[in-house]
């Protein structure tokens, strides 16, 4: 029996050339296009792996994939993206996820990942490692100098799942029908984050979720080749 796969990532196109790619050696149950319904289809289907974009919208990939490895760690995850800066490869692998692979790749590469991926190895595209080799070897010949405290760690998982939500230009209603909370609840929630942060408009929010990775940059949509 071949191996179920989950693909979530919100470009349709993107999804669909995954799928092309994976179908004649797996078994493609879900394809959603949110972080939310990446989870529901996680629950649904208890998959052997899972390809996650970063940049989902209503629950960033990073934060699902924490809860899913939180419920379901006998979950494979490999995060499929374009973003190769050192802070979000980092925070997936603080997550748990197995596997770390750009969208520039060539479909052998994301094929070989999953397969390492599903033997229990760890994969990650090569340059990214080579990435994290220069972080280490810059870091290395630097004298060491006194880490600066982040917001990373004052934000609750709640906090951080309404704070995306405000930045992706949702109403407090509309959070509070997302998250089944009271507006007022929200309400409460981004006074404490606005004070977490030392910020208040929406544009220094959304700047916020950008570099908690909560939301990512805005990138071309492109799937292995």
Do not use: W
Not at 110 to 133: C, D, H, M, N
Not at 170 to 181: F, L
């Amino acid at each position: 029996m071949k191996p179920q796969v989950i693909v979530a990532d919100d470009h349709r196109l993107v999804a669909e050339g995954v799928v092309k790619i994976l179908e004649q050696e797996y078994r493609v149950v879900a394809t959603p296009t949110d972080g939310r319904g990446f989870i529901d289809a996680v629950k649904k289907f208890r998959p052997d792996l899972a390809l996650v974009d970063i940049s989902l919208p209503l629950l960033n990939g990073l934060d699902a994939c924490r809860h899913v490895k939180k419920s379901f760690p006998e979950v494979k995850i490999i995060i499929l993206t374009m973003h190769s800066e050192q802070h979000f490869v980092n925070e997936a692998f603080r997550v748990g996820v197995e596997g770390y692979v750009l969208k520039t790749s060539v479909a052998d590469e994301l094929l070989f990942a999953a397969k390492e991926v599903l033997k229990g190895r760890t994969y990650i595209s090569p340059v990214v490692a080579q990435g994290l080799v220069n972080q280490a070897l810059d870091s290395s010949t630097e004298p060491p100098r006194r880490p600066n405290p982040t917001p990373t760690v004052t934000l609750s998982f709640r906090q951080r799942e309404v704070l995306q939500l405000v930045a992706e230009g949702k109403s407090n209603k509309e959070i509070a029908s997302t998250i089944n909370v009271t507006v007022k609840t929200i309400e409460f929630h981004k006074a404490r984050i606005s004070k977490e942060l030392g910020v208040h408009t929406a544009a220094e929010l959304t700047k916020q979720a950008i570099i908690l990775g909560l939301i990512a940059p805005p990138e071309t949509p492109q799937a292995p080749h």
